[in-house]
């Protein structure tokens, strides 16, 4: 296996985690993490149910954290591991940071903005584009995303019965 290849599975396992504790709290399972010099500088999961806020994804969450820990709100230096491809506003904060590099776990047709939509990180018309590396342990990332929402139309449906049965009695 390529160098390059293990030091991304190394650090996309470490957004995973941060995935898994969304997923504990009943959030979309996306997880990211944020190196610097070789070192995580700062970690994120999404929340948005749980804060009631529509910025509060896991990217939102790391840039904001790697910002302060770096003292800069320019990322240049910076690559970015996500589980998920991101979205059209966090793949705008992405190219604002200045972050270089962007390693994506599985890719989102609905919404991603990253090459499966539109592709915002690498769009020459702007001032500054990120590297991007895809499919970085997709299978574990897909899979993690697919159980979850399975799960969740699941409870859905039991909640619906339930709700049914309470209403005929």
């Known amino acids: 296996m390529e160098e390059n290849t293990k030091i991304h599975e190394k650090y996309m396992r470490e957004a995973i985690r941060q995935a898994k504790k969304a997923y504990a709290i009943d959030e979309v399972p996306i997880g990211c993490v944020i190196v610097y010099e070789g070192r995580i500088i700062a970690r994120g999961y999404n929340r948005r149910n749980t804060d009631k806020n529509t910025l509060s994804h896991a990217e939102l969450i790391a840039i904001r954290k790697a910002s302060k820990k770096l003292g ?54 702007f001032n500054h584009q990120a590297a991007v590396t895809r499919g970085i342990l997709d299978e574990e990332c897909s899979l993690m995303l697919s159980t979850f929402f399975r799960e969740l139309r699941e409870k859905k449906k039991l909640e619906k019965q339930k709700s049914n049965n309470e209403k005929e009695k």
């Open 72 to 125: 800069d709100w320019r990322l240049e230096g910076c690559t970015m591991y996500i589980t998920l491809e991101p979205c059209q506003m966090c793949s705008g904060a992405i190219i604002q940071a200045r972050v270089s590099e962007v390693v994506i776990g599985s890719m989102n047709g609905k919404a991603g903005c990253a090459g499966s939509v539109l592709n915002l990180l690498e769009m020459e018309e």
